[in-house]
């Protein structure tokens, strides 16, 4: 019998573990670049977080400032928290390790793929690798395919993209194979991630990550 997976537990735990590495960063990590063009470890977490205490009205004057441009909207969140120290954002973190508002939607799948994978976007510039529980991998994973601000949906159109290490599979076409943080990662438009994956497609998602 197959139980139901309880998503927001997963989102407070991934959170729950990026609190603890940013506990153990330098002053000089905090302002290393992520793998968010143009975005500094900081950046990635006050984007993270900066949605966390929009009631609907706020959320609506956020989006209006942006011009309900996902982009200017982001950057507008940035620019919300650029004034916190390093300490202040990380209690920020340890406040909200469980989602609410925008990113409890979908039972807290938000904030678990968005925590998944801005967490590797810190974690790999500062080669800190890890082993990401393969409950929050798979649900990420398929929660990214189809969720419209990673935009997965263009890069993996018309492929088949198969995890070497977990029990994960989507599409239909030529294949795309490698580790599912990999494939993750590119699904995200994450550059450089293709040459982590093989397979006749992968030639076909490697020129979709290209600028």
């Known amino acids: 019998m197959s139980t139901a997976v309880d998503t927001m537990s997963l989102a407070h735990d991934e959170r729950a573990d990026l609190a603890d590495l940013l506990g153990t960063l330098t002053p000089a990590q905090w302002e290393a ?3 968010c063009a143009g975005w500094r470890v900081r950046d990635v977490i ?10 609907i009205g706020g959320l609506v004057r956020r989006f209006v400032k ?12 940035v620019c919300a928290y650029a004034d916190r120290s390093t300490d202040a ?9 469980r989602p609410r508002g925008l990113t409890a939607a979908f039972g807290g799948r938000i904030a678990l793929t968005d925590g998944v994978i801005h967490h590797q976007d810190i974690r790999r510039p500062l080669g800190q690798p890890r082993v990401i529980p393969a409950d929050r991998l798979l649900t990420a994973l398929s929660f990214a395919r189809t969720a419209p601000p ?11 993209l198969v995890a070497t290490d977990l029990d994960w599979s989507t599409g239909k076409g030529p294949l795309v194979e490698g580790p599912a943080e990999s494939l993750l990662m590119a699904m995200a438009g994450r550059r450089g991630t293709a040459q982590e994956l093989t397979g006749p497609g992968q030639p076909v998602i490697a020129r979709r990550l290209e600028p």
């Not at 990673?150 to 088949?160: D, E, F, N, Q, V």
């Open 33 to 35: 670049p992520s793998l």
């Open 46 to 55: 006050a984007h993270m977080f900066s949605y966390e205490e929009l009631g």
């Open 66 to 77: 942006g011009g309900v441009n996902s982009d200017r909207v982001n950057a507008a969140g």
């Open 89 to 97: 954002l990380i209690e920020l973190v340890r406040h909200h390790l």
């Open 150 to 160: 990673i935009r997965a949906s263009r890069r993996i159109r018309g492929l088949t």
